[in-house]
T-cell receptor, first 112, second 117 residues
Framework: DVKVTQSSRYLVKRTGEKVFLECVQD?????MFWYRQDPGLGLRLIYF???????EKGDIPEGYSVSREKKERFSLILESASTNQTSMYLC???????????FGPGTRLTVT | AQKVTQAQTEISVVEKEDVTLDCVYE???????LFWYKQPPSGELVFLIR??????QNEISGRYSWNFQKSTSSFNFTITASQVVDSAVYFC??????????????FGKGTHLIIQP
């Protein structure tokens, strides 16, 4: 089975802290995605990556950056966390354009 | 630009009732793919179905069925004889590629389905 794991299920950080959210997939997938989920807004794409060291902005990249140094790992970075970044963050990966996306369990981040 | 509308924010029904979740989409692509995902309280999105724009046949999988109508740009999801375990948030999504494409999926805002015993 495809496995997408995220480093933390729950995370509490303070305003201004640098935050790393890690996502790892074990199926050698090419594409990886970071989404943010907020009540009433659904899921919105933050960044995606289609190869190592490659990244593309999604719909809401402001305040975030990403890193993909290895194929299996895709990190989301909040350079200086703010309270409006309190949200559920979901990572997904897909083998290629012709396959469905698999999602991780999500990280619920609270910024105080 | 693509858009997915799930007008029902929350639906509550009693167990064993049938329930339909609505999904209306907008896209300029002639080839596109529609998805339904289930998000139980545990949080992980579970893939339910993918349909491409050239296949308008209805799909049935056990108690689940999907009605795709290009004429009304709708891809509705029906649960027959609902069960408490069906309680979840359900998302409809759209993409220009089967795997969500290079740009990811465009999601609706989700419908919270509550099945009461």
């Amino acid at each position: 089975d495809v496995k997408v794991t995220q480093s933390s299920r729950y995370l509490v950080k303070r305003t201004g802290e640098k935050v790393f959210l890690e996502c790892v997939q074990d199926m050698d997938h090419e594409n990886m995605f970071w989404y943010r989920q907020d009540p009433g807004l659904g899921l919105r794409l933050i960044y995606f990556s289609y190869d190592v060291k490659m990244k593309e902005k999604g719909d809401i990249p402001e305040g975030y950056s990403v890193s993909r140094e290895k194929k299996e790992r895709f990190s989301l970075i909040l350079e200086s966390a703010s309270t409006n970044q309190t949200s559920m963050y979901l990572c997904a990966s897909v083998a290629g354009h012709n396959y469905e996306q698999y999602f991780g369990p999500g990280t619920r981040l609270t910024v105080t | 630009a693509q858009k997915v509308t799930q007008a029902q924010t929350e639906i509550s029904v009693v167990e064993k009732e049938d329930v339909t979740l609505d999904c209306v989409y907008e896209t300029r692509d002639t080839t596109y793919y529609l998805f339904w995902y289930k998000q139980p309280p545990s949080g992980e999105l579970v893939f339910l179905i993918r349909r491409n724009s050239f296949d308008e046949q209805n799909e049935i999988s056990g108690r689940y069925s999907w009605n795709f109508q290009k004429s009304t740009s709708s891809f509705n999801f029906t649960i027959t004889a609902s069960q408490v375990v069906d309680s979840a948030v359900y998302f409809c999504a759209l993409s220009d590629a089967p795997g969500g494409g290079a740009d990811g999926l465009t999601f609706g805002k989700g419908t919270h389905l509550i099945i009461q015993p």
